[in-house]
């Protein structure tokens, strides 16, 4: 990754193509990268295939967006209110695909793609109706017990988007809190994209080699974006934003409504900070909590 200059949100965002995977959302319902999704709409970027585990709403936005022709995925909707009327809509037409996994199918099919096989196996699958509604998934024999065990295949997306609290010019990028498949995605990804809340300089991250959680070889492109998750939480930065998620869920059961609501929200603002200025909650963090010292050294 060229290390300067950054690019812009704009810039980067360009280079994932109309028809591409991509991941996104992959630490459940925080840190999701939101800002680029938006400006994903905002380029109109289409006939991409979204890759996650419980997306929330952004999932449900590009969809709403026009931007979408697949998902393969174990939850979309609203945490806050149940459904996501977006891609309620969508399915019930046949407008999408949609490859239904559990969270953990969708994370072992990452894995496989990140390890290079072909396949995971695993039992958890063959409690469930899956195959049902699906030829995805093999049965199969475990060569070493006789069990009967359920092949996942790996999926390699082309791009994964994660959002973090800080990362250097190079790509190296500290994160903490819940982080759920983010490895894996990172890995099974032909191309990386990350959007940070700051820029450190690499002096700050090798203060603390141990929170480095993806190193500058697998990324693509670092952009910084404060408030880049919004309205999703990042921990030790900003809280979610539990009334945006109502008022989505309000403002958006028909299409009609969905495209006022972009209107203001997505194709009416230029960039995040403008975006921010229509936010109006207090998301602070009140009480901070710091975790013990470490100490390294030689």
């Not at 070493?144 to 092949?151: A, L, N, P, R």
């Not at 800080?166 to 490895?183: C, K, L, P």
């Amino acid at each position: 990754m060229a290390a300067n200059p950054l690019p812009t949100l704009e810039e980067a965002v360009s280079e994932i193509e109309s028809g591409s995977s991509v991941a996104a959302g992959l630490a459940l319902e925080h840190a999701i990268p939101f800002a680029v999704g938006h400006e994903l709409l905002r380029q109109g970027t289409d006939d991409l295939t979204m890759i996650g585990p419980i997306s929330d709403l952004l999932f449900d936005q590009l969809v709403g967006g026009g931007a979408v022709s697949g998902i393969r995925a174990a939850w979309v909707g609203n945490v806050s209110a149940g459904t996501g009327y977006r891609f309620r809509e969508a399915v019930e037409n046949d407008r999408i695909r949609v490859e239904n996994h559990s969270n953990f199918s969708i994370a072992l099919a990452l894995k496989a793609g990140a390890m290079g096989v072909p396949y995971l196996p695993t039992r958890s699958l063959l409690g469930s109706d899956i195959f049902k509604e699906s030829d995805l998934f093999a049965r199969a024999e475990d060569p070493f017990t006789g069990d009967e065990v359920v092949q996942v295949p790996a999926v390699n997306p082309d791009w994964t988007v994660v959002h973090a609290q800080r990362a250097s010019t190079e790509g190296d990028v500290h994160m903490w809190g819940n982080t759920g498949i983010t490895d894996p995605a990172v890995g099974a990804a032909e191309n990386v994209l990350v959007t940070t809340e700051e820029v450190v300089d690499s002096e700050t991250i090798k203060s603390d080699p141990s929170r480095t959680a993806i190193t500058r070889e697998q990324v693509t492109a670092v952009v910084e974006c404060p408030f880049g998750a919004h309205p999703s939480p990042l921990t030790g930065h900003y809280n979610r934003d539990n009334e945006y998620y109502l008022d989505y869920h309000s403002q958006t059961d028909t299409q009609e409504a969905f495209d006022e609501w972009a209107d203001e929200w997505v194709y009416g603002v230029e960039n995040r900070d403008e975006y921010m200025e229509l936010v109006d909650a207090d998301l602070s963090i009140t009480e901070p909590t710091v975790a013990a010292e470490v100490q390294y050294g030689q």
